[in-house]
């Protein structure tokens, strides 16, 4: 399954190779690992009894022993019938609708007799004698605490959730609104649940993610960056407003092909890849212009798309070779018809996503831009000036015209 590359030279003071799987062999050596676990609580094994810290039996790319405890958590609750995804719970409200509705509005200690079902991932937990506390945060980043008492689900509930539940689990609570003694707005459970089981930890949610994995591991980033799940909100406000602006100037929305025989619109390199079916070879778009020029000759006199391109040319972290392109054409318009729309549509989307033209922010020169201020227009004259290879003084009134 694995090939072990050796060094025949003296490697006395060197670490042992590691060895080479691809990613569909790693993945069956976890599955056997998972699987091995497994067989090990069905033989009454403890959770420490069924992982293996060393990874003796699987090696150095199998799951380290942070993982293989959850996975044994996990197997656990199967063994006890309990389903570590279920496919229902009784959710409620959302932790955002309990915290509008209840902050500031309950003295320290006080008790609501009002009923929630609440969902989270639990970013803290602390386990404390007959009491325990968690912290439930929802997908916009929004907590809420919850208490699970021995009083109010019993001594079997509470020590099955301390040895069950762990950072990073999405956790269901169902309990009374109330108040802690320290004032801190809480779900005090009547009824607890996991509604995912996490396998693997978070990150350090106090350290910054270094750019590898806020690239590699998008999702990641989300879990521990509000500034990169605010910017997947404004994105999608972003594009909303596009559509709004667009369907305002009555420009109707195509869809045109990703695969072409042709790669056009752009000079880049593209894509390659084969439709079977055809015997056919094809091309990821690299742009959607000839497409959508198509779509004008045939009547579409306005018309736009939010589409996907695809370049196979250089890549960083700011530049992918998949991205997302708008583009728009308009029969019967001139160069000021579309500067006028583009200006349009950037002011537009910039109150939309940040409620003010001044509050646009530009990431790559870490600067605002105060997007009211009449757009700056390039004179004639300095086209003529660059097509005839002439000088010309950007200074001038007519420059800022």
Request: proline letters at 4%; glycine letters at 6%.
């Amino acid at each position: 399954m694995a090939e072990v590359v050796e060094n025949t030279e003296n490697t006395e003071n060197e670490t042992p190779a590691v060895p080479q799987m691809s990613t569909v062999e790693r993945a069956e050596m976890l599955l056997k690992q998972d699987a091995t676990i497994r067989e090990k609580i069905k033989s009454g094994a403890t959770l420490d009894e069924a992982v293996d810290p060393s990874n003796k039996e699987f090696g150095p790319l199998a799951h380290p022993e942070q993982v293989q405890m959850r996975v044994a958590k996990r197997a656990m609750m199967l063994e006890a019938g309990i389903a570590p995804y279920p496919v229902h719970l009784d959710v409620t409200d959302t932790i955002e609708a309990v915290r509008a509705k209840y902050d500031g509005k309950l003295e320290a200690g006080e008790e609501t007799e009002d009923m929630v079902g609440i969902a989270g991932r639990v970013l803290f937990l602390r386990n404390a004698g007959g009491l325990c506390f968690v912290q439930l945060s929802a997908g916009d980043g929004t907590k809420i605490q919850g208490m699970i008492s021995k009083k109010e689900i019993g001594a079997d509930s509470l020590k099955q959730f301390k040895q069950l539940v762990d950072l990073g689990d999405h956790l269901y609570l169902k309990g009374r609104v109330i108040a802690s003694k320290t004032g801190e707005l809480s779900v005090f459970a009547t009824e607890w649940a996991i509604a995912s089981k996490a396998l693997q930890p978070l990150p350090a949610l106090h350290k910054d993610l270094n750019e590898d994995t806020r690239t590699r591991k998008p999702y990641i980033g989300m879990i521990a960056d509000e500034n990169i799940r605010n910017m997947v909100r404004n994105r999608s406000k972003a594009v909303a407003s596009l559509r709004r602006t667009f369907d305002d100037h009555d420009f109707l929305e195509v869809e045109t092909p990703m695969l072409q025989t042709l790669h056009g619109g752009a000079a880049a390199r593209p894509f390659t890849t084969h439709m079977n079916a055809f015997d056919l070879d094809l091309y990821l778009r690299i742009a959607p212009e000839l497409f959508l020029k198509r779509c004008l000759v045939g009547g579409i006199d306005r018309v736009f798309e939010i589409n996907r391109d695809f370049r196979n040319e250089g890549v960083d972290a700011t530049h992918a070779p998949e991205f997302t392109m708008v583009e728009a054409y308009q029969a019967y318009g001139t160069y000021d018809s579309i500067g006028q729309l583009v200006k349009e549509l950037v002011q537009k989307t910039a109150m939309d996503v940040y409620g003010s033209h001044a509050a646009a922010h530009i990431a790559h020169i870490n600067a605002r831009v105060d997007l009211a201020q009449p757009f700056g227009q390039i004179p004639a004259q300095f086209w003529r000036a660059v097509r005839h290879g002439e000088n010309y003084d950007v200074s001038s009134p007519s420059s800022s015209k």
